[in-house]
């Protein structure tokens, strides 16, 4: 499989560290607020990449990081007068639940950055005795012109950039290059930790590093996030991680484009801002919401409309439909040799397209191509047929994730997903984690009882 690589700007062939497995990182929510659908399909491109990787027999480990402390967080915390943690447990739950709802697999580890202070410490620590780094009134901040790679992800013109004062925020454009901070000095109000160089707060861009390297180690596969995120987070990422390890940090960077609506920038001003909870109220389904996230390429500007989320449902519905029909065949008899050739065949061209840059729609192409080759002969169809298809469909639907099971199974597989990755962590002596899954499995109602023959739960 191939697909665009951000740092060298060209199409490359993926091939893994590791034999068989896949470090994948993606920058997660900063959770101040509730995500809006442009947000949403970054995140859902991430998954379709995450379920192709595993479907072609990989073994991916996720990690997505939590954004629960940044200028942001504190900003709104401020403004509603509450402690930060409150505001950021209500965004934390919202956005796992529209995971949920939008049928995104759950990472493997989803760390908090005020669960990591002591990482990103050692971090800055080792920037800072290797000269990477240097203390100014407070603060700590990276000195890029330490990292003679700086601006190589963002093909920034190294002859005529100006390398202006150091900066103590957390986003800035390509024009205004500077070193940025690591490690904020303590202002009142603020929540601070004390730390060798000083009482304070983590900036933005080392808690991806810190975290990206404890749970992948410090030379990973695969790095994704929004376009936006190119410049200068994932920028800032490399210098950091490089500097501090001596090896290359990431192979793979894959971003995804934004997303417009009705042709315009989404803005709360000009009344076409979604969140997934505004489209839901409108009565629209979450599977066609999945579905035209993740219908158009992902290096392309996705223009959203209700229009074109009124076509995802049809579209979703004729898939639907075909695995109702095939559920209903009643045909005795054996399987038919050329059915099964053309489902082979079908399958083998959805593969070729998504293992080409993750060409979506030539992947949809191909699934609608072997539906309407099936559907006029549905009614000569046998139970052993049908089965075939409806295996065929399902491997299909590992990667595009659109169609739910039965709702009270799905839930239950989703449970038992969580409960593994508890059994998982507890193995891996993380308690902190351990209790973390509890804790939230608790808030859904569900109770875990130890047995001597395993975990068992039940919903209270
Ligand atoms: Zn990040």
Redesign the pocket.
């Known amino acids: 499989m191939r697909f665009y690589n951000t740092l060298t700007r060209r199409l490359e062939e993926f091939r893994p560290i590791a034999e068989g497995r896949v470090g994948l990182y993606t920058?997660g929510p900063t959770v101040y607020d509730f995500p809006h659908i442009g947000n949403y399909r970054s995140y859902l491109f991430e998954d379709l990449v995450k379920r192709f990787l595993a479907f072609l027999g990989l073994r991916v480990t996720h990690v997505m990081?939590i954004t629960d402390i940044d200028d942001k967080t504190i900003r709104k915390a401020s403004e509603l007068q509450v402690p930060l943690a409150e505001v950021t447990r209500k965004y934390i739950d919202a956005f796992h639940a529209d995971l949920r709802a939008l049928n995104a697999l759950p990472a493997d580890h989803y760390p908090r950055a005020t669960e990591h202070i002591a990482e990103m410490q050692a971090l800055i620590a080792r920037l800072l005795e290797q000269g990477f780094a240097y203390e100014k009134d407070g603060s700590v901040y990276f000195r890029i012109e330490r990292f003679p790679e700086y601006g190589r992800l963002a093909n920034l013109d190294k002859g005529s950039l100006k390398i202006g004062a150091a900066v103590d925020a957390d986003e800035y454009e390509k024009e205004a290059v500077q070193d940025f901070v690591l490690w904020k000095g303590k202002k009142p109000g603020e929540p601070s930790w004390p730390a060798p160089f000083g009482e304070g707060r983590p900036g933005w861009h080392i808690e991806?590093s810190a975290m990206s390297m404890k749970y992948l180690g410090p030379h990973f596969d695969i790095h994704m996030?929004g376009v936006d995120?190119i410049f200068p987070?994932h920028e800032n990422?490399i210098a950091q991680s490089q500097c501090a390890n001596g090896v290359t940090f990431v192979n793979y960077w894959l971003h995804c484009q934004h997303l417009i609506v009705d042709g315009q920038k989404m803005s709360k001003s000009l009344g076409n801002f979604y969140t997934l909870g505004d489209l839901l109220s409108k009565g629209y389904a979450p599977m066609a919401v999945r579905y035209l996230l993740i219908s158009s390429h992902y290096r392309k500007l996705l223009n959203f409309t209700l229009e074109g989320l009124e076509m995802a449902g049809q579209a979703l519905a004729r898939v639907k439909n075909f695995a109702f029909s095939l559920r209903n065949v009643e045909g005795e008899g054996d399987a038919d040799p050329e059915l099964a050739a053309a489902l082979d065949k079908a399958l083998a061209a959805f593969r070729d397209q998504l293992a080409d840059d993750f060409n979506v729609s030539g992947a949809l192409g191909a699934m609608f191509d072997l539906i309407a080759e099936v559907n006029p002969r549905l009614s000569a169809l046998t139970r052993a047929d049908a089965a075939a298809a409806l295996a065929w469909l399902e491997r299909i639907n590992s990667v595009l994730g659109v169609l739910e099971p039965d709702e009270r199974t799905a839930l239950d597989a989703e449970i038992e997903a969580r409960i593994a990755l508890r059994e998982k962590a507890r193995r891996e002596k993380d308690y902190a984690r351990a209790d973390e899954i509890r804790a939230e499995l608790r808030r859904q109602g569900i109770a875990l009882i130890d047995t001597p023959s395993g975990v068992k739960w039940k919903r209270e």
């Open positions: 920058c990081n991806c996030g995120n987070h990422e």
